[in-house]
């Protein structure tokens, strides 16, 4: 086996053990803004149709980095329900996986003061695929020389969400069964935020994102984002996992700057790097890229506790 693919290997089995910190599903810096993929009760909270598309470079200049195109749609329905679409392809070194799934909400209200509670269902599809044969090798007798896998495998998924004006909490676990083909677990997910208003200008919104699959590190990500009306935002997110949250020197860490603004009102544009931080990363802490474009059928924005970015008016 030639030394290209012996790289490849070693950092697919470290980011397999690593890489976001430990879990197996994908991580977006934008994952406040496209919460359906880990929670389907996310969507049909917007007024009208959505279509969000996202690019995602990991790793820059390591040859098999990770690298994620996805494409989502989100649509409020009658009845108080609500649709929602992922496409997704995820690339790392000789594993490659096209992902869909289709998520359902429905958002219960509670009482008069805007408090509400929604059930969401995620059905999905994984083409999973790895092809040791896309390598050159110094020995063509090695077996790996045609070694290639192909499985798809569906799975089920459901997430709870409650919320008001101001703040939300859910929780959720995506992909419920567990897929002893490509060793997947299940994994658990909790989040919540606020919103505060500083003036009529400014709009203050942390949140937090916990992930847990068995046999790996709680990964916490916590992020905040300041909107100046609906117009631009920035803003941070560090992430850890739970040992080395405080002090991620020993078992690493990541600190995004994310920024965004919205170039026509049907039309916005986010950004967002991110660099590695602690010792375990050596020489490679090489940066990560993130681009977020979202399109939405409606013009008219309001404010709302639904998601970070401003979204649409409230579900009747």
Known sequence: MNKNLVLIIVLFLFLNIHQIRGQQELNFNHYMLNSQVFNPAFVGLEENLTISLLNSL???GFEGNPTINAIFLDAKLKNNLG????????KIGPISSNFVAINAAYHLKLNKNSRRLSLGIKLSGNDHNISLNRFNFDDLTDPNVRTKDSYFITNIGFGLRYYTDKIYFSFSIPYFFETKTINK???YYLSGGFKKELNKKLLLNPNFLIKKASNA???IDVSTMLFYEDLFWFGINYGASDNGF???NVSGGNLS???GFKLIPALSIGYSVTSQIGNWTGSANSRSHEIYIKFSTSKKSVKSSDETLPEEKEIN
Do not use: V
Request: a neutral charge.
């Open 58 to 60: 990991q790793w820059i």
């Open 83 to 90: 649709l929602g679409m992922e496409l997704i392809s995820d």
């Open 185 to 187: 677990k299940r994994h």
């Open 217 to 219: 590190p709680t990964s």
């Open 246 to 248: 405080i002090s991620p």
């Open 257 to 259: 700057f994310i920024s």
